[in-house]
């Protein structure tokens, strides 16, 4: 079967970094996904990755390796606004998003 | 219209009631899909659509239909809705060349 893993929660402080972990095992592999979703509202895009490595956009880095079935979003200088939801997902070998649970990050003053 | 669109916001459904989400986007996207998001679940794909005039079944079809009759619209019905059906459901449309999906802002269905 198809499997997408995540933490259900975390907790980190206003100011600091956190790492929200994603392992996968799906039917085929044509990149992978992380989206935002504020309490109450739709998912938003955040960042794909295709290749191993890092991409980076501001104050948040995703990283993906292949090999090991593995991605992290990085999320630096950590702000009120990024207590949300932040979803994992990849696109299988039928180019249909299968999606994690969910990983809710509540930041701390 | 900027985006996508979904109607109604909200609705509480008495069971056996058939019911029409609607959705609708004005980006010119070629495919579109429904999803339900259930607390502690990732988002489940209900049905898509690649094009107009094309539709195909996801993880989680049953008691739900779809039709894609122009390149904007894509309701999705419930035909005799069970409280098993209760949840959020959210619209998303992609661009051909893109896999970044958009999403609706959702409608949030109790079936009671």
């Known amino acids: 079967g198809q499997n997408i893993d995540q933490p259900t929660e975390m907790t980190a402080t206003e100011g600091a970094i956190v790492q929200i972990n994603c392992t996968y095992q799906?039917?085929?592999?044509?990149?992978l996904f992380w989206y935002q979703q504020h309490a109450g509202e739709a998912p938003t895009f955040l960042s794909y990755n295709v290749l191993d490595g890092l991409e980076e956009k501001g104050r948040f880095s995703s990283f993906l390796s292949r090999s090991k079935g593995y991605s992290y979003l990085l999320l630096k200088e950590l702000q009120m606004k990024d207590s949300a939801s932040y979803l994992c997902?990849?696109?299988?070998?039928?180019?249909?998003?299968?999606w994690g649970a969910g990983t809710k990050l509540i930041i701390k003053p | 219209i900027a985006g996508i669109t979904q109607a109604p916001t909200s609705q509480i459904l008495a069971a056996g009631r058939r019911m029409t989400l609607r959705c609708t986007q004005d980006?010119?996207?070629?495919?579109m899909y429904w999803y339900r998001q259930d607390l502690g679940l990732g988002l489940r794909l209900i049905h898509y659509s690649n094009t107009a005039g094309t539709t195909g079944k996801g993880e989680v079809p049953d008691g739900y239909s779809v039709s894609r009759a122009n390149t904007d619209d894509f309701p999705l019905t419930l035909a005799s809705a069970v409280p098993s059906q209760t949840s959020v459901y959210f619209c998303?449309?992609?661009?051909?060349?893109?896999?970044?999906?958009?999403f609706g802002p959702g409608t949030r269905l109790t079936v009671l």
């Open positions: 799906t039917s085929g592999f044509n990149g």
């Open positions: 997902a990849v696109l299988d070998s039928n180019y249909q998003l299968i």
């Open positions: 980006m010119r996207h070629n495919a």
């Open positions: 998303a449309s992609s661009s051909s060349g893109s896999n970044e999906q958009f």
